[in-house]
């Protein structure tokens, strides 16, 4: 027996999800319009590609920055030996102003309450480690992004125990799918510490209500829980209604003296809204001092590497460059969404009415053979492997309905886009004509027998004379 941990040996970790496996089989046969033009187009990453024009103006505008200098000369002993895990002052500072700008400038944020993180997967698993304990559970709004299943619970400990959201309602959170969920964990004799969801939402990209905020904060008011809310897709709202942050609801409703102001906190990240997973920069905000302290402490197991730190805080302190950069990637995120949903229409496949992130959420439940998941995994199959295209199945965001996909559209090209709505109206289309084949065989047959059944009983009617 091999001495490893029970940690190592698992399986909890949840790579084994069709969401993985999706980005297994793209690996294998990336799609390129040049080397690789068959291969299989990578729908399943929410990544925004769209305005890296914008951020590589602004390098080539700002170089001292990028060269780690300050007034022209270098600073890069400085940042090389910084290693202090509270950050650089001046990027939680920028950090927190832009934060603001997103939410419309109606929320102000502390920067002594801020805690970086090395992206939001980090955040999210501090959180949990700072508020759970092992066995503990956090009630999750379904359909949920895969990645929590790993990122809440395979190191923590903790459970997650779905709220289970529906289609007739366009998916949204209602008190009776709060309090059933709360009921399950007590089934499952597990302790409820609180409720996380993601506004805007992935993979939904809808923007959650005020209606929504205030249903939370009054559930877990009573619960006396807390409530998580990750807003890493908050500056992608391209449609309205505006997105309406959980601070920005804690404050209108007078909940800064009493004990809910302190069991808020909310994650935030550069990934999706400025497109920069590979800098690794996710932050907790929280009101609670002992939360921002430990986490704080925890954050030395995953620190933002200072010169980072010094290149965005330079970056989003130009608050020309940061005004115009929202707005122009909100357009383009907007043309990009249409282009999608445009495309999909056309070829009788709609998506759930959204207004933010970089994907839609897909509706092909009448492409499935069965209403069943084993009917959404082989049309899944088929997408893949003979359509060319990574798409996410309902099944690994736990949706409850089978038919649901989530698909990106920020992570490629114009170009790239077309050529994976073609190939799924060419996969449509297939499957419309064999299916008008089978229906003219089935009609064929039965006029043949229409005609058999006269023939007999005309023979028999001249018998009977």
Same mark, same amino acid.
């Given at each position: 027996?091999?001495?490893?941990?029970? $940690?190592?040996?698992?399986?909890?970790?949840?790579?084994?999800?069709?969401?993985?496996?999706?980005?297994?089989?793209?690996?294998?046969?990336?799609?390129?319009?040049?080397?690789?033009?068959?291969?299989?187009?990578?729908?399943?990453?929410?990544?925004?590609?769209?305005?890296?024009?914008?951020?590589?103006?602004?390098? !080539?505008?700002?170089?001292?920055? =990028?060269?780690?200098?300050?007034?022209?000369?270098?600073? #890069?002993?400085?940042?090389?030996?910084?290693?202090?895990?509270?950050?650089?002052? =001046?990027?939680?500072?920028?950090?927190?102003?832009?934060?603001?700008?997103?939410?419309?400038?109606?929320?102000?944020?502390?920067?002594?309450?801020?805690?970086?993180?090395?992206?939001?997967?980090? =955040?999210?698993?501090?959180?949990?480690?700072?508020?759970?304990?092992?066995?503990?559970?956090?009630?999750?709004?379904?359909?949920?992004?895969?990645?929590?299943?790993?990122?809440?619970?395979?190191?923590?400990?903790?459970?997650?125990?779905?709220?289970?959201?529906?289609?007739?309602?366009?998916?949204?959170?209602?008190?009776?799918?709060?309090?059933?969920?709360?009921?399950?964990?007590?089934?499952?004799?597990?302790?409820?510490?609180?409720?996380?969801? !993601?506004?805007?939402?992935?993979?939904?990209? !809808?923007?959650?209500?005020?209606?929504?905020?205030?249903?939370?904060?009054?559930?877990?008011?009573? $619960?006396?829980?807390?409530?998580?809310?990750?807003?890493?897709?908050?500056?992608?709202?391209?449609?309205?209604?505006?997105?309406?942050?959980?601070?920005?609801?804690?404050?209108?409703?007078?909940?800064?003296?009493?004990?809910?102001?302190?069991?808020?906190?909310?994650?935030?990240?550069?990934?999706?809204?400025?497109?920069?997973?590979?800098?690794?920069?996710?932050?907790?905000?929280?009101?609670?001092?002992?939360? /921002?302290?430990?986490?704080? $402490?925890?954050?030395? #197991?995953?620190?933002?590497?200072?010169?980072?730190?010094?290149?965005?805080?330079?970056?989003?302190?130009? $608050?020309? #460059?940061?005004?115009?950069?929202?707005?122009?990637?909100?357009?383009?995120?907007?043309?990009?969404?249409?282009?999608? /949903?445009?495309?999909?229409?056309?070829?009788?496949?709609r998506c759930l009415e959204s207004n933010a992130g970089l994907f839609c959420w897909v509706d092909m439940r009448h492409l499935l053979s069965s209403n069943t998941f084993d009917g959404e995994m082989?049309?899944?199959?088929?997408?893949?492997?003979?359509?060319?295209?990574?798409?996410?199945?309902?099944?690994?965001?736990?949706?409850?309905?089978?038919?649901?996909?989530?698909?990106?559209?920020?992570?490629?090209?114009?170009?790239?886009?077309?050529?994976?709505?073609?190939?799924?109206?060419? #996969?449509?289309?297939?499957?419309?004509?064999?299916?008008?084949?089978?229906?003219?065989?089935?009609?064929?047959?039965?006029?043949?027998?229409?005609?058999?059944?006269?023939?007999?009983?005309?023979?028999?009617?001249?018998?009977?004379?």
């Amino acid at each position: 027996m091999k001495l490893l941990s029970k $940690k190592a040996m698992c399986n909890s970790h949840g790579q084994d999800s069709s969401y993985f496996l999706g980005w297994e089989e793209y690996e294998k046969n990336p799609y390129d319009e040049i080397r690789n033009p068959k291969g299989i187009i990578q729908m399943g990453l929410a990544e925004n590609q769209l305005s890296f024009d914008l951020l590589e103006s602004w390098l !080539t505008q700002n170089p001292d920055a =990028a060269a780690f200098k300050r007034n022209g000369d270098s600073i #890069f002993r400085e940042l090389a030996l910084f290693q202090d895990y509270h950050g650089l002052p =001046a990027f939680k500072d920028a950090l927190v102003q832009f934060m603001s700008e997103i939410r419309g400038n109606k929320v102000s944020f502390d920067s002594n309450k801020l805690v970086l993180t090395a992206g939001a997967t980090s =955040a999210n698993e501090t959180l949990i480690f700072c508020l759970a304990d092992p066995g503990d559970a956090f009630l999750l709004p379904t359909p949920y992004y895969p990645g929590f299943d790993r990122d809440l619970k395979w190191r923590t400990g903790a459970e997650i125990v779905p709220i289970q959201c529906t289609s007739s309602n366009g998916f949204r959170i209602t008190e009776s799918a709060l309090e059933e969920a709360y009921k399950e964990a007590e089934r499952r004799n597990l302790r409820v510490k609180g409720v996380l969801v !993601t506004n805007p939402s992935n993979p939904l990209g !809808t923007t959650l209500t005020k209606k929504e905020l205030q249903l939370l904060l009054t559930f877990v008011s009573t $619960k006396q829980i807390h409530l998580i809310s990750d807003e890493i897709y908050s500056g992608t709202v391209f449609n309205s209604p505006k997105f309406v942050s959980v601070m920005e609801v804690l404050i209108e409703n007078n909940y800064m003296y009493t004990e809910v102001w302190d069991r808020v906190h909310i994650v935030y990240s550069l990934s999706k809204d400025l497109g920069l997973p590979g800098f690794r920069v996710g932050a907790i905000y929280s009101n609670d001092d002992m939360v /921002v302290s430990a986490a704080t $402490k925890m954050s030395s #197991f995953g620190l933002i590497s200072s010169q980072t730190q010094y290149l965005l805080s330079a970056l989003l302190s130009d $608050k020309k #460059f940061t005004k115009n950069y929202v707005s122009e990637n909100q357009k383009r995120l907007k043309k990009r969404h249409e282009m999608l /949903v445009r495309g999909l229409k056309q070829i009788g496949i709609r998506c759930l009415e959204s207004n933010a992130g970089l994907f839609c959420w897909v509706d092909m439940r009448h492409l499935l053979s069965s209403n069943t998941f084993d009917g959404e995994m082989e049309l899944w199959k088929k997408i893949v492997y003979e359509v060319g295209l990574n798409i996410s199945p309902g099944s690994s965001c736990h949706c409850t309905e089978p038919g649901w996909f989530r698909a990106c559209f920020a992570n490629m090209s114009e170009d790239t886009l077309n050529i994976a709505i073609q190939r799924l109206k060419a #996969f449509v289309d297939s499957r419309d004509n064999k299916d008008d084949i089978q229906n003219q065989q089935h009609s064929n047959k039965k006029k043949s027998f229409s005609k058999w059944v006269f023939r007999l009983s005309f023979n028999e009617r001249q018998r009977e004379r």
